[in-house]
């Protein structure tokens, strides 16, 4: 089982990006999907994630409105579109999947047992 995250780089303030996630070994169409970030100095801290078929989404406050998570079940394949970029989005961007985490839950990063290497996002000011 490996997750693979791409489409980080670097951006100036304002701009977009798109990262993917692609999933291998086995279905993740029934895994809870989740991106989380980590900044140099501070701890990882969730972005965004979507459950299981897509029925239920949850964005943290600072990117809700900018950032939108979806998934293609069919590809395996999990998405972050990232609008309006601030240099406090900087960060190196996970993902993560776990078909045991339940909705009340998918902002704990303690809970998932899979993860991509991350992808780094650089935004300039």
């Known amino acids: 089982v490996q997750l693979q995250a791409s489409g980080g780089g670097l951006v100036q303030a304002g701009g977009s990006l798109r990262l993917s996630c692609s999933a291998s070994?086995?279905?993740?169409?029934?895994?809870?999907m989740a991106w989380f970030r980590q900044a140099p100095g501070k701890a990882r801290e969730f972005v965004a994630g979507?459950?299981?078929?897509?029925?239920?989404?949850q964005y943290a406050d600072s990117v809700k409105g900018r950032f939108t998570i979806s998934r293609v079940n069919v590809k395996n394949t999990l998405y972050l579109q990232m609008n309006s970029l601030k240099p406090e989005d900087t960060a190196v961007y996970y993902c993560?999947?776990?078909?045991?985490?339940?909705?009340?839950?998918?902002?704990?990063?303690?809970?998932?047992?899979?993860w991509g290497k991350g992808t780094l996002v650089t935004v300039s000011s």
């Open positions: 070994g086995r279905t993740f169409s029934r895994d809870t």
């Open positions: 979507i459950f299981r078929s897509g029925s239920s989404i």
């Open positions: 993560a999947a776990d078909r045991s985490v339940i909705l009340s839950s998918m902002r704990d990063p303690e809970l998932y047992n899979y």
